[in-house]
Structure formats: structure tokens, C-alpha cells
């Protein structure tokens, strides 16, 4: 009697329609848990949606921002920050914005809040690095003074109106055709920011973990100091 070595058609569809439900729920719950991360986490998550706003602008030949949004409808806080990127289009003799069509934005919950531009805290905050690659000893000192010395403004200010912008509806990043900050920007709805971000959770009204995120004025993207 021939044995049987193959598979049936229906069984082939079963094991098809098994694997796709598993991928679907493996992908729900990657999103989930990306979405459920704290500051340092986020960096990344931030890093990745800027570098891919720089390449649609730079492929598309749009101007092209990142908003960073924390108010809902009714101006009600949100539990987390929510990033969005949009495309400059014309509309008569006027320009506007609307989101990247195919792009979904990106939200952070837990009460992770991106803020405005790096805290100033009791010191200056240092200088450019000269060699990122092999830092100066005494430049690694002034960083890591200028992080402890801000922390304790970022647990008073974080959400309050000198970190989080109240008067505009959120604010971005912007990059022009050619993939960089442009001199000129074109957004005029909300601020443009070029200095630093920096991500804050907050439990119970009091920051419990924060992250900077230093922008290259050059680029747009992230300045990495170790």
C-alpha cells in the first residue's frame, strides 16, 4: 500500500490561515508593546518616524514635518504624546498641511509626553561636541553635570506651559525637499523646533523617568552623545 507524503489542499489552507492569525496578533501585540514604552524607549520610536519624515521629503519633493501633539479634542490632555507626518501641499494661492497619505500616527501612552526643547535647570547647557567619536574627558563631565542639574526642572516644568507649548496646537519638525531643516520653514501654525526634545513620563503628577533628545541642527535627526 502507497504511503502518503504530501499535503492535502484543505490542510495546506488551515496551516496558511494558522500562521496568518498568529502573525496578526504577534504584530498587535509588537505594536502595543512599542506604543508602551517609556523615554528611553522612545528615542527610537521618534528617531525612526523623523528619519522616515526626512526620506519622504527628500524622495517626494515636499516639505515634510513630524507634529508632536498632546491635547485632544476639547484641549484635553491626552495619555501620551502622539506624533504625525505630514506633507506640505498647495491649495490655491495658499499652503496647508495634511498627513502623508499611507502614514499612521504614533502614540505614546502611559503618560509619556514629548517636550519642548532641552531643559536649562541651574546650568548652561555644554557646547557642541568636537569629536562625538572620542569626547574630551571634560566634556563628558559638563553633560553629565548639565543632565543632574536639570532633572530637578523637568520634574517642576514638564507639564507645565515652559515645557509643554499651550498656546499652539502641538509642535514639529520640519524638513524641506532637499531632506534638511529648511532656512525658511513653511509651517506658520505651530512653533518649528531645532534645539532638543525631551521625553518625560509622569506618574501621580510627578515625572519618574526622562530622556533628551538633542537635535543636529544640520540634519534634523538625532545628535547622539554617549
Request: charged letters at 20%.
Amino acid at each position: 500500500m502507497q504511503s502518503r507524503n504530501a499535503f492535502t489542499l484543505v490542510e495546506m489552507l488551515a496551516v496558511i490561515g494558522i500562521m496568518l492569525i498568529l502573525m496578526t496578533v504577534s504584530f498587535g501585540m509588537f505594536r502595543l508593546f512599542a506604543e508602551r514604552t517609556g523615554p528611553e524607549a522612545g528615542l527610537a520610536r521618534i528617531q525612526a518616524v523623523i528619519n522616515g519624515a526626512r526620506a519622504y521629503a527628500a524622495t517626494s519633493g515636499r516639505y515634510t514635518r513630524v507634529t508632536f501633539k498632546f491635547r485632544g479634542t476639547g484641549n484635553k490632555v491626552m495619555e501620551g504624546s502622539t506624533l504625525t507626518v505630514e506633507e506640505c501641499y498647495e491649495v490655491g494661492n495658499t499652503w496647508d498641511w495634511r498627513a502623508v497619505p499611507g502614514s499612521s500616527p504614533l502614540a505614546f501612552h502611559d503618560r509619556v509626553y514629548v517636550c519642548q526643547g532641552l531643559p536649562q535647570g541651574g546650568a548652561a547647557a555644554p557646547g557642541a561636541v568636537a569629536n562625538r567619536s572620542n569626547p574630551n574627558p571634560s566634556e563628558i563631565v559638563r553633560w553629565r553635570e548639565y543632565e543632574q542639574a536639570v532633572l530637578e526642572d523637568v520634574e517642576d516644568h514638564a507639564l507645565s506651559g515652559d515645557k509643554l507649548d499651550t498656546k499652539h496646537d502641538g509642535f514639529c519638525i520640519e524638513f524641506c525637499p532637499a531632506g534638511f531643516p529648511p532656512a525658511k520653514p513653511r509651517t506658520t501654525d505651530m512653533p518649528v523646533i531645532d534645539g532638543g526634545l525631551t521625553l518625560v513620563k509622569v506618574a501621580r503628577g510627578r515625572v519618574t523617568t526622562y530622556a533628551f533628545y538633542m537635535i543636529n541642527t544640520n540634519t534634523g535627526t538625532r545628535l547622539i552623545f554617549e
